[in-house]
Nanobody, 122 residues
Framework: QVQLVESGGGLVQPGGSLRLSCAAS????????MGWFRQAPGKERGFVAT????????SYADSVKGRFTISRDNAKNTVYLQMNSLRLEDTAVYYCAAGWVTDTTPALYNDWGQGTQVTVSS
């Protein structure tokens, strides 16, 4: 099991940028695939991005491709989500998650953070 703590959320204008961080506890962080998911009010939690344990493979939801970048620093036990060109529809609570497979399906991730709010508004 790994403990995850997200940070970096906030209020930003459309077109702006934010970088989310997710700090993990434990010595096995580099063995986990990591994912970012988001949930807007009244909607189901949806896939945003995922990264393999080494960082060699990444995958993105079509809605964020070209705007968001997922990365990780295994020496710091941290995964990041750089979000550029933010849109109103990116407003949501963003969660990071750890799992044994690099996948888009939330149910395949075992451990979750508490979430961080991202609000895009003018």
């Amino acid at each position: 099991q790994v403990q995850l703590v997200e940070s970096g959320g906030g209020l930003v204008q459309p077109g702006g940028s934010l970088r989310l961080s997710c700090a993990a506890s434990g010595r096995t962080f580099s063995s986990y695939s990591m994912g970012w998911f988001r949930q807007a009010p009244g909607k189901e939690r949806g896939f945003v991005a995922t990264i393999s344990p080494s960082g060699a493979r990444t995958s993105y939801a079509d809605s964020v491709k070209g705007r968001f970048t997922i990365s990780r620093d295994n020496a710091k036990n941290t995964v990041y989500l750089q979000m550029n060109s933010l849109r109103l529809e990116d407003t949501a609570v963003y969660y990071c998650a750890a799992g044994w497979v690099t996948d888009t399906t939330p149910a395949l991730y075992n451990d979750w953070g508490q979430g961080t709010q991202v609000t895009v508004s003018s």
